[in-house]
């Protein structure tokens, strides 16, 4: 089990340092969002094992050229007086430009919009980072992914080799 701070404690977590930042989700939960770093691998990890086998593959996919550059955000909360992950998105880079991004939400966490902060997270650090295009291949049967691209301003784009996906890209 993965001991933490306490809630009260957040504010103090990192925040100075404009490393993380406490959202609030629309039940009203508080959520501290930050940058991926080496002590949140475990997090990370049981996250997404207990993702269902799709979208496990969905999000790993965006982590497949995790060598090169990329970022990725954490979302966690305080339950039971431990830290737990509840969402996470990354970007890859996949030319000296171009991202492909993942984003992956705990089942009990969708519909909060939580996918949408960590979104906006992603972004913001894409652009600092001076990356010119975000991508995400998805089912085109995805209406949840669809929403969410379309409301953050990612073009959609039937992909030219596969009927059932969707290509969604948003230019910085």
């Known amino acids: 089990m993965l001991a933490s701070k306490s809630p009260d404690d957040w504010h103090d977590w990192d925040y100075a340092r404009g490393k993380s930042r ?27 094992r207990q ?8 999000f790993l996919l ?23 992950a509840i969402g996470a998105s990354r970007y890859a880079a996949m030319g000296q430009y171009q991202c492909e991004c993942a984003l992956t939400v705990a089942a009990a966490w969708k519909r909060l919009g939580l996918g949408t ?12 980072n001076g990356v010119h295009l ?21 073009e959609a784009h039937d992909d030219p080799f596969d009927p059932q996906q969707v290509i969604h890209r948003l230019y910085l």
């Open 22 to 48: 406490i959202d609030v989700l629309s039940n009203g939960r508080a959520v501290l969002i930050r940058h991926v770093a080496q002590a949140d691998r475990a997090y990370e990890c049981a996250l997404v």
């Open 117 to 128: 902060i960590l979104m906006e997270h992603l972004i913001d650090a894409a652009r600092s």
């Open 62 to 84: 965006g982590q497949q050229h995790e060598a090169r550059k990329g970022q990725g955000c954490i979302a966690l909360v305080h339950e039971n007086g431990r830290l737990s």
């Open 134 to 154: 975000l991508y995400s291949v998805g089912a085109s049967s995805n209406a949840p992914l669809r929403d969410l691209a379309r409301c953050l301003g990612f």
């Open 51 to 58: 993702l269902a086998p799709a979208s496990r593959h969905g």
